[in-house]
């Protein structure tokens, strides 16, 4: 096993400028939102903390401390500004790109891994101790992975509590906490009022209306995102990629609506997302999508947001992405005019890998021998993609989908959020019918490598840490106006 504490590859130069005191008061001054979620600000006279972009007074700069984390801050005293909700910003870009034990455990609690199996379950998942873990999230980020866990746990007991009518012991649990007393204490430490009291002041916008929260109704949420955001190209590649039982696109270009089946820890979900931004100035500082996610329970909340954001790539820092690529002759007139272009994940990455491997005809075959049927269809929403258990036990080991499917299932090859990608791509290469490009297309989809390229493509070293990207620009070109692909591809 490698060292420890392993390099930081690819952290783009923007981040690493925001390491600079006079960087990030000047982003704090000038309200720039392209810093929300890279760094957090607090302010020691109020006990408050913020998003780089609150619209409130500027403090002065001797009051001001930073924080790499939501929960860097709230551990520190501080609570969560009512204005800017800081809780609500686009996760660090960071986590994505980097591929160290930070970046790797900062995944996994995004996906809930904590709430699940507790900080000795995210250490056996990395390959270390508890203790290493702790100690190197604590000097990077602030936080250990109880405070960060906990400060995911109130942002979701927030959203419902704001835009859902569920029993307020309900959301208790369905956010992830043990008792409903640690719920009250950490909802009046984190934002400094009662639960009743929050949802109380939800905006207009946000405020539940009679219905929701009900299974039928759903779960109404706004996924932000930073910058420009092409969200076209990403819907044009679901919509030819959609597998039909599992997902649809619907409605006409730029105001179309994804849909799909989720299999979540607890239980499924199907999830609905927009096209058309819901608001905000994608050139100053980002926007969001409409969403709505019918869970058949609840606790599934943060999994299924954070597959979400993966899927439509979300987290992302399309500043550092178009500066990289925009210098380059052959990207700089693609990168002009579509700025913001994201390289989409997976919803299921192992659904993903399959999906690659056997091609769409397959798949789709696959879905009705093999798939869950839904309790209740949801228009063309019928099933749930098979397991790698199911496909494992019906294809023999020796061929390509059952070799995949049974390293799937017995955990010889992982693909979750905290997955090692160079581990996965050499056991991913070890099986037999998985070619070089197939292993690349997995490592991009499925893993959310930005860095990642075929060894046949074309991908000089000037586009790192950003091949994924670079590539998806010359793929978006090449696809446009072009049928289905046979396989899932990048």
Known sequence: ???????????????????????????????????????????????IYCRPSCPAVTPKRHNVRYY?????????????????????????????????VVGRAMRMIGDGVVDREGVAGLAARLGYSARQVQRQLTAEVG??????????????????????????????????????????????????ATPTQLRAAA?????????EGTPAAG?????????????????????????????????????????????LPYGTGIAAVGERPGGGNPVQGGGWLDARIHLTDPRDLTTAVQRLRRLFDLDADPYAVDERL??????????????GLRSPGAADPEELAVRALVGAGEAERLVRSYGKALDAPCGTLTHLFPEPAALAAAFPAGEPLGALTAALADGTLRLDAGADRDDA???L????????????????RALGDPDAAPPDADAPAAWRPWRSYALRHLSTVDAHDTSRPEKAGV
């Open 203 to 211: 905006p207009r916008r946000d405020a539940p209306a009679r219905g």
């Open 68 to 100: 790499a984390t939501a929960a860097a801050a709230q551990g520190a005293g501080f609570r969560a500004c009512r204005r800017c909700r800081p809780d609500a910003v686009p996760g660090s870009a960071e986590w994505n790109v980097r591929a160290d």
């Open 326 to 339: 925009g210098r380059d002759p052959r990207l700089a007139a693609l990168v002009a005019a579509r700025p």
């Open 425 to 427: 791509e050499r056991a």
């Open 143 to 192: 936080a250990g992975p109880v405070a960060l866990a906990r400060a995911q746990r109130a942002h979701s007991a927030r959203v419902l509590l704001q835009t859902t009518g569920l029993p307020v012991t309900h959301i208790a649990f369905a956010s992830g906490f043990a008792s409903v007393r640690q719920f009250n204490d950490t909802i009046r430490a984190v934002y400094a």
């Open 219 to 263: 779960i109404p949420l706004r996924l932000a995102y930073r910058g420009p955001y092409t969200s076209a190209a990403v819907f044009d590649l679901l919509a030819a990629e959609a597998l039909p039982g599992v997902e649809e696109v619907s409605g006409t270009r730029g105001h179309r609506t994804y849909r799909r089946t989720l299999r």
């Open 1 to 47: 096993m490698s060292d420890f504490r392993q390099p930081r590859r690819g952290r783009s130069r923007r981040l690493e400028g925001v390491i600079d005191e006079e960087t990030r008061y000047e982003a704090v001054r000038s309200r720039d939102a392209r810093f929300d979620g890279v760094f957090f600000f607090a302010v020691g006279t109020t006990g």
């Open 429 to 444: 290469r070890a099986l037999p019918g998985m070619d070089a490009r197939t292993a690349a297309v997995i490592r991009t």
